[in-house]
């Protein structure tokens, strides 16, 4: 015990509800009254996320896309990888991970339970040791104790062969909660099931504030107004004004619809490496996927074909049926959205001009109660920079923006909610005085 004379006494601020320990990642909510309209510009998982979470709160919203119909975009895949991206430490981005893969399996479970259907196989996920630096890395991985053995568990060869229900002469990692979903049916599913109202061509060329609302104007020419606004745009998020100063990355990616074919027609797991080769459905695997950065350009391309072949036999160089792969040409090409550090962003669009004269000197380092809280568009959010794991990401980033939005307790640690901060990027470039 320690004598009284010993004591420290000091005080603490006290900092209101969802504000984080830095006033400038402090999420702030949405100014809300009665009849609040909410418009989200999207129409893929992000957006069908986001309207799912506002549902379970009784808030409906009115869902504007801007193509023929929802998830043409990334979320347009029939046979997405559902697994988590993790690493042998927790840091930020691998915890972010671990609870995302948490809820989003609960989720995707529970809405099937309700009747939503959309086509999927919980068929678990064999990360494929391929060579020796791989291997190393995921036996650190299970050494560390880092993840529950019912997340992540190491499975030898033997293993691996019994559960993909082909030769697989490697060891790896299994994550027997995952498998594959249907991007299109689960995004029909979640707006279903959230009961929104969905307007399809409409494609929104700007956006402004007026008579405190939001003016969104149409490309077809037409206006609408909406109190709150939600930005689920994917790979057109920094055309607009206010998120132009966000450092999105785009990246294209394509993936094939492999026919079923001799031995490939058993496999039973999803196999990941650098890519991820699905059981059949509807007589094909997906065979994904190639990283393009920079391109915005949907086409199909045989040349990324290829690309994908050669990466799956190199990866499975010890797998005869590998060899015997015919490919098919067909498949899909689409934009990933991704940014600097590979997590999403999720929270209120900052208002960047301001958000840089108000964190100027944050390069000195100065005690935290010195900055002020920040200055955002007034209620306007995003859910944007989904990366290449958005079935993984997107129900927990949604539960985080709505809670946010509805000023509920948030369902993350403030740590790892600064880690989705839009402005985060913005801050770290004014600490290191790069802004
Ligand atoms: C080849 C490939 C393979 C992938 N594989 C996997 C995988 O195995 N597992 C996984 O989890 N993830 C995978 N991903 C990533 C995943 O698809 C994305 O993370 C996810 O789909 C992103 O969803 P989103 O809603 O943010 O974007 P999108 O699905 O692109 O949706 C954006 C929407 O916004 C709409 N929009 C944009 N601008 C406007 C506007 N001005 N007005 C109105 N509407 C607008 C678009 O029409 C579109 O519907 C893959 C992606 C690609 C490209």
């Known amino acids: 015990m320690v004598a009284k004379k010993d004591m420290l006494v000091g005080t603490i601020d006290k900092l209101a509800d969802n504000l984080s320990r830095l006033p400038y990642f402090a999420r702030m909510p949405a ?7 909410i418009a989200i510009i999207g129409g893929g998982v992000a957006a069908a996320n986001c309207a799912y979470a ?14 023929d119909a929802l998830a043409q975009g990334a979320s347009g895949n ?12 927790a840091g930020h981005a691998s915890q972010i991970h671990a609870l995302s893969f948490n809820y989003a399996s609960k ?25 020796d630096k791989v291997a190393s890395r995921y036996r650190k991985l299970i050494a560390n104790k880092t993840w529950p053995d019912a997340l992540i568990h ?23 909660q995952g498998g594959w979903i249907n991007l299109p049916e689960l995004v029909a599913g979640l707006v279903k099931a959230a009961d929104s109202s969905i307007v399809i061509n409409q494609q929104l060329t700007s956006l402004e504030r007026e008579n405190g609302a939001w003016r969104l104007n ?7 107004d909406a109190d709150i606004v939600i930005m689920a745009t994917g790979s057109d998020s920094g055309d607009f004004q206010q998120m132009s100063a966000l450092p999105f990355r785009l990246v294209r990616g394509q993936v094939e619809a492999i026919n079923s074919q001799n031995q490939l027609a058993d496999l039973s797991t999803v196999l990941c490496h650098k890519g991820y080769l699905t059981p059949a459905w509807q007589g094909c695997h997906a065979m994904g996927s190639t990283y393009v950065k920079d ?30 792969i015919q490919p098919t040409t067909h498949g899909r090409a689409a934009i990933r959205c991704s940014t600097p550090d590979h997590l999403p962003m999720v929270g209120a669009v900052p208002d960047s001009k301001i958000q840089s004269e108000q964190y100027q000197d944050l390069y000195k380092a100065l005690p935290a109660k010195h900055y002020p809280q920040p200055v955002n568009h007034n209620n306007l959010f995003m859910l944007c920079g989904l990366g290449s794991r958005g079935l993984t990401t997107a129900p927990l980033c949604a539960e985080i923006l709505v809670s946010q939005i509805l000023n509920e307790p948030l369902p993350l640690s403030s740590n790892l909610l600064d880690a989705l901060n839009p402005n985060r990027f913005l801050v770290r470039g004014l600490i290191r005085r790069q802004g």
Not at 31 to 37: F, Q, R, Y
Not at 54 to 67: E, F, M, N, V, W
Not at 306 to 312: A, D, G, R, S, V
Request: aromatic share 12%; charged share 20%.
């Open 154 to 176: 190491w499975i030898d060869a033997q293993q691996a062969t019994k559960i993909a229900n082909l030769e697989l002469p490697y060891p790896g990692l299994y994550i027997p």
């Open 54 to 67: 506002l549902s379970k709160r009784g808030l409906r919203a009115t869902i504007y896309c801007q193509d």
């Open 295 to 324: 391109d915005k350009s949907r086409d199909y391309r045989l040349s990324e074909q290829q690309t994908n072949l050669t990466m799956h036999q190199q990866a499975m160089m010890k797998c005869d049926w590998m060899k015997d």
């Open 218 to 224: 149409w490309q077809n020419g037409g206006q609408s």
């Open 107 to 131: 989720l995707y479970r529970q809405l099937l339970s309700q009747g939503v259907h959309y086509s999927h196989q919980w068929c678990g996920t064999f990360q494929i040791a391929f060579n």
């Open 78 to 89: 029939a046979q997405g990888g559902f697994y988590p991206q993790l690493n042998a430490e």
């Open 31 to 37: 100014t809300l009254h009665k009849k609040t309209k």
